[in-house]
């Protein structure tokens, strides 16, 4: 969906008055350019070695080449699934509630779809999440000249990372009282998460500066 767009075509669509797409598809989608960046930086470095005929190609790098477009494709997924997710709640709010029985439904379609709309976030995190050792090889071990590539994809996948928990809270919001269990289970979720992208911060205080 968003994938098949011009840069040109999204922009105008996010200008719009349209709900989507919305910040968790330019969360992902960023995170998708982080995951591009990473790969650009493993490329680049891999086949500068091997013209520099150097006694072996890193593994690191050609692992982090192919798993940073294998997130790539699944971030775009997020993107998508999360405009789909979004479009879903709105109109359990057109539901009707007018009789017990109409609220009723209503309030329990408008949990599930807010339920729903979380899963798309933790994708985009999930994703960040597992880029996120490739980044420090790219940083450690990529190529001087696109270095520079390899510090922005570090923060955009923290950045990422941070905005998405926004998304996350904001749903949970609406399901405090209602499913308290699924509150509990994200917020562990989110603690998890906020650890991750504390340490990938520091990382980046110390590594990413030349």
């Known amino acids: 969906m968003f994938g098949e767009l011009t840069i040109n075509d999204f922009l105008h669509l996010l200008n719009s008055s349209a709900p989507t797409p919305g910040g968790g598809a330019v969360v992902a989608i960023n995170a998708a350019h982080a995951a591009g960046l990473l790969s650009m930086v493993s490329n680049i470095t891999t086949k500068k070695n091997l013209s520099d005929q150097s006694d072996s190609v890193n593994r690191d790098l050609v692992k982090c080449m192919l798993v940073s477009v294998m997130h790539q494709e699944k971030l775009l997924k997020a ?14 709010f057109k539901m009707p509630g007018t009789t017990d029985e109409e609220k009723h439904a209503r309030s329990a379609a408008i949990v599930n779809a807010t339920k729903n709309a979380c899963e798309p976030p933790k994708q985009t995190v999930l994703s960040c999440k597992a880029l996120v050792d490739f980044a420090k090889i790219a940083v450690e071990q990529g ?7 390899a510090f922005i994809a570090c923060r955009m996948l923290a950045t990422a990372m941070r905005c998405s928990i926004y998304n996350l809270q904001i749903n949970l919001k609406t399901l405090i009282g209602k499913d308290d269990e699924f509150v509990k289970k994200t917020n562990e979720f989110i603690a998890g998460i906020d650890a991750v992208i504390t340490e990938l911060e520091k990382f980046i205080d110390e590594k990413c500066r030349f």
């Open 143 to 149: 190529d001087k000249s696109v270095v520079s590539d």
């Open 79 to 92: 993107a998508d699934a999360d405009a789909v997710a979004f479009n879903a709640l709105m109109d359990c």
